[in-house]
Nanobody, 130 residues
């Protein structure tokens, strides 16, 4: 059974940095996509950054230059490095994934759409305040 467990959230002052981690287990060695999403109170969930099993990444325009997605060599841990954090980044951050057995690993790219992911972690809270 697929499990996604996020960690690394917390409280930080404006201008600070955090690195979120998502430990994935139970997934088959097939085409997949994984991504980071966030949701602040009263707001819709939004895609932050994503990676596909083909190695490509995507990042939403509002995070370019500040956030970076990466993956451990063993492909079982996803990271989100967040720099220059500001109070508007306060939200619950979620790791998500989708596995596509009908496609090989080189055929699946990233997506920032929530509907393109069907496994979700429990979320990790990020709070940016002075």
């Amino acid at each position: 059974q697929v499990q996604l467990v996020e960690s690394g959230g917390g409280s930080v002052q404006p201008g600070g940095s955090l690195r979120l981690s998502c430990a994935a287990s139970g997934y088959p060695n097939i085409g997949y996509r994984m991504g980071w999403f966030r949701q602040a109170p009263g707001n819709e969930r939004e895609g932050v950054s994503a990676i596909g099993s083909n190695g490509r990444t995507r990042i939403a325009d509002s995070f370019k230059g500040r956030f970076t997605i990466s993956q451990a060599n063993a492909k079982n841990t996803l990271y989100l490095q967040m720099n220059s954090l500001n109070p508007e980044d306060t939200a619950m951050y979620y790791c998500a994934a989708k596995f596509l057995p009908q496609y090989g690993r080189t055929m699946v790219g990233p997506s920032l759409g929530s509907d393109d992911h069907n496994y979700w972690g429990q979320g990790t809270q990020v709070t940016v305040s002075s």
